[in-house]
């Protein structure tokens, strides 16, 4: 059970997805959805093409017909779920990836109906699996190739075509991931100047880890944006996620998310709990609506469609647009969207410049178990109740995703983390001395959460 996650199914090829468990999947899945068609995708591990067959067999078993769309990006497979295929829109998709884990790891991410399958919907589906006495097998393959990367990159090209030849002179790093098999088309096609690294996929990540949030990835791209260019961008393993570097920025999704706003009229931008206040305010202040709601890719989309939400955002880099586009992240999509503030004039790092300065800490996590980790979290709810003296004054708690405790000067953020067996903590104030304090009371509370387990 333990590969059925909170928004993807995720575990070691052979060892966990293995024909047998992979089939099950695909049959029980089978279930899951109303219609014929399921659209399956593929990102760059060496072991994506065997899982899609297996996956295959499952899916064809229960009566299900699969649109094939081979190697993609996992924005792709989203796409194909709002496109006609030759009168067919497909009634689910998946995308085979282990986004920007390990190259062992595998993993689904799933979509039914144009949205997420999870939460439950997994667990449920993991609980059935696990009950089943039998590898299903299918009389007769029933897939139909689909070419959905042309599909992908012509739609983006015609939408884009204002940025024909702009000026800007852009460095990009793919990581080896499955962002190059769409990024040389469109930037080709848009008469982009462009420098790219690591373009070709290669799932076994011979230059870096494909996780642009670790800074430690980025140096290669960084030198690269030294040299000459103006902007940077950098994706994760499956292009889902994106990094924006600027000469004296590197741009966060919150932060993102208030430089594309300036560009829409007063819009409705959800963020998660991780989100610096500063992106908050400055919306609300512009007289957009601004949502805090949970950590999570597929929390976002149900919250964007809940609210008919234009814009959202993850400090990792999940930037997902409902104004112009469907409302699901997209990290190729939110590059040419960044591109095209620069071509409208926009300066991004003076416009980051005039945002009110607070000191943030970057996401600490703290090592527990699966069993510990919400259990660790109610106890500290339990403990602010009645907080020690020495705790900072509490303005007011935001308890939607963990605990986020608003004080006078910043707030910090304790939660479960619902993919690994860890505590993600961060912390922000107008004052480096008051981060500190934060961090350091907050440490301590939950240190002592732990004890009283």
């Known amino acids: 059970m333990s ?54 067999t499952g899916l064809n078993a229960a009566g299900k ?15 194909t779920n709002y496109q006609e295929w030759d009168g067919i829109t497909p009634d689910a998709s998946v995308m085979i990836t282990g986004s920007h884990n390990p190259s062992e790891y595998n993993g689904f991410k799933i979509t ?45 090209v015609h939408d884009f075509q204002h940025l024909k030849a702009m000026d800007t002179k852009i460095a990009y790093d793919c990581g080896n991931g499955v962002a190059g098999v769409v990024t040389e088309d469109i930037f080709k096609a848009l008469e982009l100047k462009t420098t790219g690294l690591y373009v070709d996929p290669d799932g076994t990540f011979p230059n870096h880890h494909p996780d642009p949030s670790q800074e430690h990835n980025l140096q290669d791209v960084k030198k690269l944006l030294a040299d000459g ?68 890719h597929s929390n ?36 040419l969207r960044m591109l095209e503030l ?27 178990t699966e069993e510990e980790k919400f259990k660790i979290i109610d106890r500290v709810k339990v403990l602010l109740q009645n907080p020690p003296t020495t705790f900072p004054a509490i303005k007011n708690i935001i308890d939607i995703d963990g605990v986020r405790i608003n004080f006078e000067y910043g707030w910090g953020l304790v939660r479960a983390s619902n993919t690994t067996p860890v ?22 509370l939950i240190i002592e959460a732990k004890k009283s387990l």
């Open 423 to 444: 505590l993600v903590t961060r912390f922000e104030s107008t004052s480096k001395e008051q981060v500190l304090l934060y961090e350091k009371a907050i440490n301590e």
């Open 229 to 296: 260019n103006d902007i940077a961008f950098a994706y994760d393993g499956d292009a889902d996620r994106i990094a924006v570097l600027s000469h004296k920025n590197n741009i966060k999704g919150d932060m993102m998310a208030l430089l594309y706003s300036m560009k829409m009229d007063k819009p409705t931008v959800i963020g998660e709990v991780k989100c610096s206040q500063v992106m908050y305010d400055e919306l609300t202040k512009r007289g957009c609506k601004a949502i805090m709601y949970k950590t999570g």
């Open 65 to 79: 017909k699969v649109l094939a769309m081979g190697l993609v990006p996992t924005p792709v497979n989203y796409f």
């Open 300 to 335: 976002l989309k149900v919250k964007m469609k809940e609210t008919n939400a234009d814009l959202a955002c993850e400090v990792s880099g999940h930037v997902f647009f409902k104004n112009r586009y469907f409302g699901y992240d997209d990290a190729i999509y939110a590059t």
């Open 3 to 56: 590969i059925y996650r909170e928004y993807d199914i995720r575990g070691i090829y052979e060892k966990e997805l293995n024909e047998k468990s992979v089939t099950r999947i695909g049959f029980v899945l089978a279930s899951k959805i109303n219609g014929d068609y399921v659209a399956v995708g593929y990102d760059a591990r060496s072991h994506s093409p065997a899982l899609f067959e297996y996956l295959v």
């Open 112 to 156: 039914v109906d144009k949205s997420p399958f999870f939460s439950e919907d997994i667990y449920s589906l993991g609980r059935e699996c696990e009950a089943m006495n039998f590898i299903p097998q299918a009389d007769k393959r029933k897939v139909r190739e689909i070419d959905a990367v042309k599909r992908y990159v012509d739609f983006l």
């Open 342 to 368: 620069m071509h409208d004039g926009i300066d991004l790092d003076a416009e980051l410049a005039k945002l009110p300065q607070v000191f943030s800490t970057q996401e600490i996590k703290v090592k527990t």
